[in-house]
């Protein structure tokens, strides 16, 4: 089945650990790529997001994702968290196909501080 | 303004209740979305609506009804609904639809709890 694959469902880090999040989709063609973070309490919110062009796109609060179209992969990466990082993070897949904007299912960052 | 605004913030209700959610922006985007998001689920659309007109609906049981009535606002109502709509309902905006998969701005969503 198509699908977006979010291997880690829950991730605990302290603070000053290096980040990577994994995301994998299974459709062929072309994608738009997007990582979404909400924050205890917040709204959904964009991080970053890939189109076309540099497959290495620079998101706010340091993020940045790596497009590897070979494997199918967008993942995620920071540095150095924060305690501040702590929320839910998603990776969506947009297909033209289908016209919809399809979600993993999520996973749960939490950094010790 | 980046804004997607949504009232109320929390709404209990009955199962033979009449309630409606209210979502505004004033981007100037002409396409609007509703989403059900679970407890630590992924948001799942559920109506979206483009130039003010029904684009998708992804088989919503009719007890939900979505309504347009201008570029800006967004509602849906909400009547005889079962236990297990309980959900946060996110409202966001985007550009345009399909737009290539534009950027979806939410809302901060209504918590409803439906007794």
């Known amino acids: 089945a198509q699908s977006v694959s979010q291997h880690n469902h829950h991730v605990i880090l302290s603070e000053a650990a290096s980040l990577e999040l994994g995301c994998n989709y299974s459709?062929?063609?072309?994608?738009?790529l997007f990582w979404y973070v909400q924050y205890p309490g917040q709204h959904l919110q964009l991080l970053l997001k890939?189109?076309?062009?540099d497959p290495l796109v620079k998101g706010i609060k340091g993020f940045e994702a790596e497009f590897i179209k070979s494997k199918f992969s967008f993942n995620l990466r920071k540095p150095s968290v924060q305690w501040s990082d702590t929320a839910e993070y998603f990776c969506?897949?947009?297909?033209?196909?289908?016209?919809?904007?399809?979600w993993g299912a999520g996973t749960k960052l939490i950094i010790k501080p | 303004d980046t804004e997607v605004t949504q009232t109320p913030k929390h709404l209990v209700m009955g199962m033979t209740n009449k309630k409606s959610l209210k979502c505004e922006q004033h981007?100037?985007?002409?396409?609007m979305y509703w989403y059900k998001q679970k407890a630590k689920k992924p948001p799942e659309l559920m109506f979206v609506?483009?130039?003010?007109?029904?684009?998708i609906n992804e088989s919503v049981p009719s007890r939900f009804s979505p309504e347009c009535p201008n570029s800006s606002l967004l509602n849906l109502h909400l009547h005889a609904l079962q236990p297990e709509d309980s959900a946060l309902y996110l409202c966001?905006?985007?550009?345009?639809?399909?737009?290539?998969?534009?950027?979806?701005?939410f809302g901060p969503g209504t918590r409803l709890t439906v007794l």
């Open positions: 981007m100037g985007h002409r396409a």
């Open positions: 890939y189109f076309s062009g």
């Open positions: 969506a897949v947009f297909r033209g196909s289908n016209y919809q904007l399809i």
């Open positions: 966001a905006s985007s550009q345009d639809f399909p737009g290539g998969g534009n950027e979806q701005f």
């Open positions: 609506y483009s130039y003010e007109k029904l684009s």
């Open positions: 459709y062929g063609g072309t994608v738009n």
